[in-house]
């Protein structure tokens, strides 16, 4: 046994664990619900604190959001004691809501380990456990992805992903995406999201081309039209292309699930065109009934590589063999942090063992009982609410018929009576919800609905 096998078996760190558990379980309880500001005073410090914060960083902050550090499940305490519904989780990185328990045993095994950070001269016996779960799973339907790079966000595991395509297919260097994109801001990947204000003023330093994603109300046209438009491009630029980027639910653009059909298509046209394939699961990961949403949608052979983050703390690209990239393409000083390893293995470890995932799991479950809850709130006001759509932990809907201004006061006011939620996409715009799906349980959805249904009538 090692030593720092030996140090985690303490008796006294076992103690102490117990002890933070018990103090955790005191002090959650009070924060389990709705609540006001402590004090007028606490809110008008709080109100300066923000003001002053958004100066320092350089913008305003989207909402009146400084958290206290602390939280109970779903509930999110901020900065001057109030407490919210946590139905974004920080745009879906929080799965397991504020101060879970079990992952806050992780966060300690983590903390006290010997290093802050881990990465490319520095790899813990953690990051090992955590690439072989991730493999595993991601294997467990014959896929055969070889190998698991963590990195430390979800932009950055795309970035790895592309540079190691770009070096395999070279010189081919342009790129296929689809239109209403988002896959996330450095310089590289900025000009293959799809919003033009994201990279205004940038140089450009890559060719993209945009395809329609799949369009539900016209199943077999959106496919039909979508491979044209990928073999139109192909035609134009013969052996130019390097890769397609995909995201098989498309979350910033408020949450469309794509369609096996639809992706089987264009795939083997991009196979036949040595075109990889790049599976942008960095918002989707953990979301739909299976772990990895290629698997939900039965795409396990046909994508070239998996990109993951946010709710699994630890972000990572997969790949096999044949995209393994020369020495010195990719490497970074952290990978990752001691205590966001640990968190990610707790995580995936849960939703693998206690029942999140399958037809009957606690996702579909959970995602049931909240889209019939906001069907009702449809069928009363039709005009006001339509959806829900979206898939598994990705909620969302259309407001006023998906006006911008209206949409945004409804987020603020949303927030103000106590629930975060976010506005998404463009024509439609929608507000959606990557909600808790660790912590929640039917109660909450259906205190935030109510919520939903009163703030929908105070709008103008
Ligand atoms: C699909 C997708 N890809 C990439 C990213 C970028 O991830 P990060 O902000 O962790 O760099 C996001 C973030 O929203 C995303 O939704």
């Known amino acids: 046994m090692t030593q720092a096998e030996k140090f985690q078996k303490d008796p006294r760190i076992q103690q102490a664990k117990k002890l933070i558990q018990e103090a955790l379980a005191e002090h959650q309880k009070p924060v389990d619900k709705l609540q006001g500001p402590e004090s007028p005073e606490a809110h008008e410090n709080y109100k300066k604190m923000i003001e002053e914060f958004s100066e320092k960083r350089g913008g305003s902050l989207f909402y009146d959001y400084i958290g206290s550090g602390f939280g109970s499940g779903p509930f999110v305490e901020l900065a001057d004691g109030s407490t919210k519904y946590d139905f974004i989780t920080g745009i879906g990185v929080h799965y397991f809501g504020h101060s879970h328990p079990g992952l806050m045993n992780a966060l300690i095994d983590g903390a006290t380990s010997n290093t802050v950070m881990q990465g490319n001269l520095q790899q813990n016996v953690d990051s090992e456990r955590l690439v072989s779960l991730l493999l595993e799973q991601a294997n467990i339907n014959g896929a055969g992805f070889d190998h698991c790079f963590l990195t ?46 994201y990279r205004e003023g940038l140089p450009e330093n890559l060719k993209v081309d945009y395809i329609p994603f799949y369009d539900y109300k016209d199943h077999e046209g959106s496919i039909k039209r979508s491979t044209e438009a990928l073999e139109n491009l192909i035609k134009k630029h013969p052996g130019e292309y390097a890769v397609l980027m995909c995201e098989l639910i498309q979350g910033e653009n408020g949450s469309w699930p794509g369609h096996t059909d639809f992706f089987k298509s264009l795939f083997e046209v991009c196979k036949k065109n040595n075109i990889s394939i790049i599976d942008d699961e960095v918002q989707s990961f953990g979301r739909t009934e299976n772990l990895y949403a290629f698997q939900y949608f039965g795409l396990d052979k046909d994508i070239d590589m998996v990109c993951i983050g946010k709710m699994s703390q630890a972000c990572a690209t997969l790949y096999r063999e044949d995209h393994k990239p020369q020495a010195g393409l990719i490497s970074q000083t952290f990978t990752s942090s001691s205590t966001a390893i640990n968190a990610s293995y707790f995580i995936i470890n849960e939703m693998v063992n206690n029942n999140f995932l399958g037809k009957n799991g606690k996702i579909n479950k959970l995602h049931n009982h909240f889209a019939k809850r906001l069907e009702e709130v449809h069928q009363k006001h039709p005009e006001k609410l339509e959806g829900p759509y979206g898939i598994g932990a990705m909620i969302a809907m ?10 945004k006061k409804f987020t603020m006011k949303l927030f103000d009576n106590g629930v975060t939620s976010f506005i998404a996409g463009v024509s439609p715009v929608r507000v959606r919800m990557l909600v808790p799906m660790g912590a929640l349980e039917e109660k909450h959805i259906d205190e935030v609905v109510q919520i939903i249904e009163k703030t929908l009538g105070e709008i103008e």
């Open 152 to 197: 430390s966000s979800g932009v950055m595991a795309n970035e790895n992903a592309l540079k190691m395509i770009f070096q395999k297919r070279s010189p081919a260097g342009r790129v296929i995406a689809f239109e209403k994109c988002f896959h996330g801001r450095t310089m590289s990947v900025a000009a293959i999201t799809d919003k033009a204000k």
């Open 398 to 407: 259309t407001l006023f018929k998906g006006d911008l201004e209206k949409s």
